[in-house]
């Protein structure tokens, strides 16, 4: 499980550049997407190859009784709750104020690791200025821009400290069973996940076997369906009653990106008879983002007429246009309707996300992809593409090697993007393509 940093702090000190400073778009296909990370709260970073998830607090007033602040204060409380460290941001120019102070006492008294960072503190002298912070009782005080990016690294540094460790182990745990499907239903609340589930579990078909090993804190269902075997990753507490299974906790963001992290291949569900909402936008989003390979099914199908059905349609085309490579699926969780196609497009996706590429057919398809169409000149620049090997599985990424390379275009990409995955019939996973410009940009005018 990836570790979870909440940013917590009054309005104003900087909280949204820190957040966009730490999870800035790590791949310019997903960047692509205009509007995708705009209104995000939740998002991935990494330092080095510890990843981890951030979530950006609204203004924080802990006392608040009225008006919009209850609300924020209310989900703020939530996110720390989840979270595994808590950055507690204050403003080194304006000093320690009484909301800082009542911010402090609150996570004084919760106790959780905190890491207390003095933003705007760029050509500051450290000392004298920052002293004041210390009356807050949370240790010594960080001084960070997060406006031209200093003292960024140092933060992450310490508020990972001990965590990343328990994070590598996670991983060896995760490489288990090459052969198991892990898989998690991801939905906002309500769109009908318990349903879902409890309609696959109790199929004749669906056997449950022993997982050794289960990975730490993730509760995991494994089950087997016409001999593939699956592991179900949980996105709410899931807790056996009887012969059921029954959400004991409401909805979690966290958990939902923890779940979908742990994935191979995420199931999302939309609810019909609500279309897709914001929050739907947002989750998809972050699948796309993780590069796990994803399935969508709106559900409750049976709940809506033709006219709805067709106006459904449409908004899917246009709000979730960037996860067009996604099987989508009209269902019925509780008429048991649709539901075969759905194992279908799963199990593709999963051998679409693991989808072994050899370099000589890689290469081989991109020279001829070139030969159809060559990229536009840049000024005096010809990207020269030159050749590509496989760079990574879950989501595949494909590396392009040659000169110039900087100066292709999107548009490009994506006509290379569409004869590999027509090549290699990858459908339900995202395709990342890196381009790996040679040292020597001069090496090859042409
Ligand atoms: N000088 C300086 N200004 C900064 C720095 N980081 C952020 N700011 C400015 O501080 C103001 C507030 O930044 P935001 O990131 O919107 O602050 P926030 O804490 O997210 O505010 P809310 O969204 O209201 O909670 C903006 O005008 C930023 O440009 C910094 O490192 N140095
Ligand atoms: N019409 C219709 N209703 C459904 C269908 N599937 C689920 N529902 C209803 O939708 C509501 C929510 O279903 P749940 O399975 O509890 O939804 P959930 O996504 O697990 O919700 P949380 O536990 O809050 O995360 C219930 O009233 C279900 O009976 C369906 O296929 N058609």
């Given at each position: 499980?990836?570790?979870?940093?909440?940013?917590?702090?009054?309005?104003?000190?900087?909280?949204?550049?820190?957040?966009?400073?730490?999870?800035?778009?790590?791949?310019?296909?997903?960047?692509?997407?205009?509007?995708?990370?705009?209104?995000?709260?939740?998002?991935?970073?990494?330092?080095?190859?510890?990843?981890?998830?951030?979530?950006?607090?609204?203004?924080?007033?802990?006392?608040?009784?009225?008006?919009?602040?209850?609300?924020?204060?209310?989900?703020?409380?939530?996110?720390?709750?989840?979270?595994?460290?808590?950055?507690?941001?204050?403003?080194?120019?304006?000093?320690?104020?009484?909301?800082?102070?009542?911010?402090?006492?609150?996570?004084?008294?919760?106790?959780?690791?905190?890491?207390?960072?003095?933003?705007?503190?760029?050509?500051?002298?450290?000392?004298?200025?920052?002293?004041?912070?210390?009356?807050?009782?949370?240790?010594?005080?960080?001084?960070?821009?997060?406006?031209?990016?200093?003292?960024?690294?140092?933060?992450?540094?310490?508020?990972?400290?001990?965590?990343?460790?328990?994070?590598?182990?996670?991983?060896?745990?995760?490489?288990?069973?090459?052969?198991?499907?892990?898989?998690?239903?991801?939905?906002?609340?309500?769109?009908?996940?318990?349903?879902?589930?409890?309609?696959?579990?109790?199929?004749?078909?669906?056997?449950?076997?022993?997982?050794?090993?289960?990975?730490?804190?993730?509760?995991?269902?494994?089950?087997?369906?016409?001999?593939?075997?699956?592991?179900?990753?949980?996105?709410?507490?899931?807790?056996?009653?009887?012969?059921?299974?029954?959400?004991?906790?409401?909805?979690?963001?966290?958990?939902?990106?923890?779940?979908?992290?742990?994935?191979?291949?995420?199931?999302?569900?939309?609810?019909?008879?609500?279309?897709?909402?914001?929050?739907?936008?947002?989750?998809?989003?972050?699948?796309?983002?993780?590069?796990?390979?994803?399935?969508?099914?709106?559900?409750?199908?049976?709940?809506?007429?033709?006219?709805?059905?067709?106006?459904?349609?449409?908004?899917?085309?246009?709000?979730?246009?960037?996860?067009?490579?996604?099987?989508?699926?009209?269902?019925?969780?509780?008429?048991?309707?649709?539901?075969?196609?759905?194992?279908?497009?799963?199990?593709?996706?999963?051998?679409?996300?693991?989808?072994?590429?050899?370099?000589?057919?890689?290469?081989?398809?991109?020279?001829?992809?070139?030969?159809?169409?060559?990229p536009?000149?840049a000024?005096m620049f010809r990207p020269k593409l030159r050749y590509a090997h496989?760079g990574?599985?879950?989501?595949?990424?494909?590396v392009i090697h040659g000169n110039s390379l900087e100066h292709v275009?999107?548009?490009?990409?994506?006509?290379?993007?569409?004869?590999?995955?027509?090549?290699?019939?990858?459908?339900?996973?995202?395709?990342?393509?890196e381009m790996k410009t040679s040292a020597n940009p001069y090496s090859d005018k042409d």
């Amino acid at each position: 499980m990836k570790p979870v940093v909440a940013l917590v702090g009054r309005p104003n000190v900087g909280k949204s550049t820190l957040f966009n400073r730490l999870t800035k778009s790590r791949d310019a296909i997903v960047a692509d997407f205009a509007g995708l990370t705009r209104d995000r709260h939740y998002g991935n970073a990494r330092l080095g190859k510890h990843e981890f998830i951030v979530i950006d607090t609204g203004g924080f007033e802990p006392t608040a009784e009225s008006g919009i602040y209850v609300e924020m204060a209310k989900q703020t409380r939530q996110a720390v709750a989840e979270a595994d460290v808590v950055v507690f941001v204050v403003d080194a120019r304006a000093g320690v104020s009484a909301q800082d102070h009542d911010i402090g006492a609150y996570l004084r008294k919760l106790g959780k690791p905190t890491v207390l960072v003095a933003n705007k503190a760029e050509g500051m002298t450290e000392g004298a200025q920052l002293a004041e912070f210390f009356e807050l009782g949370l240790g010594d005080v960080l001084p960070v821009s997060a406006a031209h990016g200093q003292g960024v690294r140092s933060l992450i540094e310490e508020a990972l400290g001990a965590l990343v460790l328990a994070d590598a182990e996670d991983e060896e745990g995760a490489q288990a069973d090459p052969g198991v499907i892990k898989l998690a239903v991801a939905g906002r609340p309500n769109v009908g996940k318990s349903t879902l589930i409890n309609t696959w579990l109790g199929e004749e078909r669906l056997v449950a076997f022993d997982l050794p090993g289960t990975t730490r804190d993730a509760i995991t269902v494994p089950f087997e369906r016409a001999g593939q075997k699956y592991e179900l990753i949980d996105t709410a507490g899931l807790r056996r009653k009887g012969k059921v299974f029954e959400a004991i906790e409401k909805f979690s963001v966290v958990k939902t990106l923890q779940a979908i992290e742990s994935a191979n291949v995420v199931l999302l569900l939309l609810d019909a008879t609500q279309g897709v909402t914001d929050q739907d936008a947002h989750i998809a989003g972050y699948i796309l983002e993780s590069g796990r390979a994803v399935v969508l099914a709106v559900n409750k199908w049976d709940a809506v007429d033709a006219y709805e059905r067709e106006q459904l349609q449409r908004q899917i085309e246009s709000r979730l246009a960037f996860l067009k490579f996604a099987p989508l699926h009209m269902i019925s969780a509780r008429k048991r309707q649709g539901l075969g196609p759905v194992w279908t497009s799963i199990a593709e996706a999963f051998r679409s996300a693991m989808c072994k590429m050899p370099t000589p057919k890689l290469t081989r398809l991109l020279q001829e992809a070139v030969q159809f169409q060559s990229p536009k000149r840049a000024g005096m620049f010809r990207p020269k593409l030159r050749y590509a090997h496989q760079g990574g599985m879950n989501p595949p990424v494909i590396v392009i090697h040659g000169n110039s390379l900087e100066h292709v275009t999107d548009a490009y990409k994506r006509f290379l993007e569409g004869r590999f995955r027509k090549e290699f019939k990858l459908i339900g996973t995202p395709l990342r393509i890196e381009m790996k410009t040679s040292a020597n940009p001069y090496s090859d005018k042409d």
